[in-house]
């Protein structure tokens, strides 16, 4: 499967711990995105990277959020201190340079913050 | 900046009958996605439209793209049960600070096809 991939689907903490999130995306993209999907809303942007670069960064993203792209390649997507509001899916995207801005959707991973 | 705003927010048609999803938006922008979302399940890319006047068909789907009057829609056309979904239009816009190509969502449209 040559698709986007994420690491884990599902992940259950308890309030106050770290968690790490893992994307791989479409081997020949060169752009990656980090979204937040809540329930019931459409998935809002939070980060991009082209490259290894991190190029933007929303308000949405808290001093508690980091993101990494090692290489180029997968990227990472840590959260620190999680608090309940936290709780969301957290869907990477990835896309080419070239041509139009058609973004290819990861399965996501589901943060249940207790 | 940019809003998105789909409607209706939610739709119960029954099988067979025909419906139409619209999808509006604040700022001027040429291209236009819409996305399928399974319940739990990521983002599948239904249509990219790139221009005024833009039509795409796929099977029960089409969708249609009016820059001038920034609407997009999605028509349904004989609906069945397997449609039920949550369909996403996303606004392609330029970003001033950064020049980056970024896309905004819309709250979505949860459709019910009930048999």
């Known amino acids: 499967d040559t698709g986007v991939s994420q690491d884990p689907r599902h992940k259950i903490t308890k309030r106050g711990q770290n968690v790490t999130f893992r994307c791989d995306p479409i081997s020949e993209h060169n752009r990656l995105y980090w979204y937040r999907q809540t329930l019931g809303q459409g998935p809002e942007f939070l980060t991009y990277?082209?490259?290894?670069?991190?190029?933007?960064k929303s308000r949405l993203l808290s001093d508690r959020f980091s993101a990494e792209r090692p290489k180029g390649s997968f990227s990472t997507l840590e959260i620190q201190r999680t608090e309940q509001g936290d709780s969301a899916m957290y869907l990477c995207?990835?896309?080419?340079?070239?041509?139009?801005?058609?973004?290819?959707f990861g399965p996501g991973t589901r943060l249940t913050v207790l | 900046e940019l809003k998105v705003e789909q409607n209706p927010l939610f739709l119960s048609m029954q099988e067979g009958k025909n419906y139409t999803i619209y999808c509006n938006y604040s700022?001027?922008?040429?291209?236009l996605y819409w996305y399928r979302q399974d319940p739990g399940k990521s983002l599948e890319s239904l249509f990219v439209l790139l221009s005024n006047g833009a039509v795409k068909q796929e099977g029960r789907l089409m969708a249609s793209l009016d820059t001038k009057a920034r609407l997009s829609t999605l028509h349904i056309t004989a609906a069945v049960h397997d449609l039920s979904a949550t369909y996403f239009c996303a606004v392609d816009t330029i970003k001033g600070d950064t020049g980056r190509r970024a896309l905004t969502f819309g709250s979505g449209t949860r459709l019910q096809v009930q048999p």
């Open positions: 700022t001027t922008s040429d291209r």
């Open positions: 990277f082209q490259n290894e670069a991190q190029l933007e």
């Open positions: 995207a990835s896309s080419r340079t070239r041509g139009y801005n058609e973004q290819f």
